[in-house]
């Protein structure tokens, strides 16, 4: 089975600041890799599929890079909606979640 | 509008079951694979099982569920179920259905999801 680390599990940020999340993947998924965030009682949202293609009517401060086993969500001049929580996924061999990583105000 | 609306959540007793729905709509529902995926209380996310589309019947399962579960969809009612057995407190969570983007996929990401259905196993 793939396993999905991310980290950091907490982030403290502020409105404005540029945020990276990392997600790596014990063994090599290629670019079969999405990001998802997820705010409190809501369903989980698909922001980023494919590492690095940005789902229609998400905002382009979001941006995804990486292939193979690393990878990483940026978000470039957070906003108040933004903090929340971000999980990515694996879809090479079905499915694993990252643990999630949870973004807070500082 | 793509809608999916889960249903049939519960308190249950441990050893018990439960068959969770999960009504689509606003989409060719035979052509899409669908997945569940849960998130107990204050937990991350884990998926569950998925059933692919296009007509053909391929089923997968986490290693947690598998022997337990059961997922299935039925095209003619737009419906996809989990029949979940044998049910422990560490089955408790909040079970999402969720479309697969690319219908020619047996698996890919997730671009619509329902607001899901709490299972409580508790006795």
Redesign the interface.
């Known amino acids: 089975?793939i396993q999905m680390t991310q980290s950091p599990s907490t982030l403290s940020a502020s409105v404005g600041d540029r945020v990276t999340i990392t997600c790596r993947a014990s063994q090599n998924i290629g670019s079969?890799l999405?990001w998802?965030q997820?705010r409190p009682g809501k369903?989980?949202?698909?922001l980023i599929?494919?590492a690095s293609t940005l789902?229609s009517g998400v905002p382009s401060r979001f941006s995804g890079s990486g292939s193979g086993t690393e990878f990483t969500l940026t978000i470039s001049g957070l906003q108040p909606d933004d903090f929340a929580t971000y999980?990515c996924?694996q879809?090479n061999s079905?499915?694993?979640?990252?643990?999630?990583t949870k973004l807070e105000i500082k | 509008e793509v809608l999916l609306l889960e249903s049939g959540g519960g308190l249950v007793q441990p050893g018990g079951s439960l068959r969770l729905s999960c009504a689509a709509s606003g989409f060719t529902f035979s052509s899409h694979a669908m997945t569940w995926v849960r998130q107990a209380p204050g937990r991350g996310l884990e998926w569950v099982s998925g059933i692919s589309g296009g007509g053909s019947t391929n089923t997968y399962y986490a290693d947690s569920v598998k022997g337990r579960f059961t997922i299935s969809r039925d095209s003619s009612k737009n419906t996809l179920y989990l029949q979940i057995n044998s049910l422990r407190a560490e089955d408790t969570a909040v079970y999402y259905c969720a479309r697969t983007a690319n219908p020619q996929w047996d698996y890919g990401e997730y671009d619509f999801w329902g607001q899901g259905t709490l299972v409580t196993v508790s006795s």
């Open positions: 089975d079969w999405a998802y997820q369903a989980p949202k698909l599929y494919k789902e999980y996924q879809y079905y499915s694993t979640f990252g643990q999630g």
